[in-house]
């Protein structure tokens, strides 16, 4: 079975300060991990995936994950936040046969001006 | 590209009402899914489709709950006798079958109250 665990339900940072939303992961398959991100009455985005290429896999709005197959993490990560990265951050796995996505419970991150 | 669609954005219904909503997939995708999305929680899958064949279905799948996508483009997903429980935000994601396959695009949503 696969799943996947967002460490942190609440993360607060400062504007200009960097970003860690933790994940670790379970999967018998080889995984395809993702971050989707969830703006209040907005639609999930895709920020990144990691599908067996590179490790460090960089996104969109200058995110970044690095896939630790050792540690079974995919911690996401951006060097300085900026106000309008306020949101719920949700890190998926996948990797049987249908593709469907297996959610994490979700990270709100809050960033101070 | 006119992304992924859903109708109706918002439905209040009364308890033992029947409902249904509508998803229209990214065109040239042949993969359509549903989930369901509780608050304070992630999305769990609910069932997919390849073209017009409904491939699986997850245990969350009550016997109140049906979904068609009669011609492999549009999708309907109906849940009769509505219960409080099930109250959601209901997504519907998209994909392709070609590499990747596995990006999922996502709808804004159909937010079910049921009073």
């Known amino acids: 079975a696969q799943s996947v665990t967002q460490l942190d339900s609440h993360v607060s940072v400062s504007e200009g300060t960097p970003v860690l939303l933790r994940c670790n992961y379970s999967?018998?398959?080889?995984?395809?991990l993702f971050w989707y991100v969830q703006h209040p009455n907005k639609g999930l985005q895709l920020l990144l995936k990691?599908?067996?290429?590179?490790?460090l896999v960089k996104g969109i709005n200058g995110f970044e994950a690095e896939f630790k197959k050792s540690e079974t993490s995919f911690h996401l990560t951006k060097p300085s936040a900026h106000m309008s990265d306020a949101a719920e951050y949700f890190c998926?796995?996948?990797?049987?046969?249908?593709?469907?996505?297996?959610f994490g419970s979700g990270t709100r991150l809050l960033v101070r001006p | 590209d006119t992304g992924v669609s859903q109708d109706p954005r918002h439905k209040i219904t009364k308890r033992g009402q029947n409902v249904t909503f509508r998803c229209d997939p990214i065109?040239?995708?042949?993969?359509l899914y549903w989930y369901r999305q509780t608050l304070g929680q992630g999305p769990e899958f609910l069932t997919y489709?390849?073209?017009?064949?409904?491939?699986?279905k997850s245990r969350l799948l009550s016997d109140r709950f049906s979904a068609e996508r009669p011609k492999g483009s549009f999708s309907t997903l109906e849940i009769q006798r509505t219960e409080q429980g099930d109250s959601a935000m209901y997504l519907c994601?998209?994909?392709?079958?070609?590499?990747?396959?596995?990006?999922?695009?996502f709808g804004p949503g159909t937010r079910l109250t049921v009073t």
């Open positions: 998926v796995v996948s990797g049987d046969s249908s593709y469907k996505l297996i």
């Open positions: 489709f390849q073209n017009e064949a409904q491939l699986e």
């Open positions: 990691y599908t067996s290429a590179a490790t």
């Open positions: 994601a998209s994909s392709s079958t070609g590499r990747p396959s596995y990006e999922q695009y």
């Open positions: 999967s018998s398959y080889s995984p395809s």
């Open positions: 065109s040239e995708h042949n993969r």
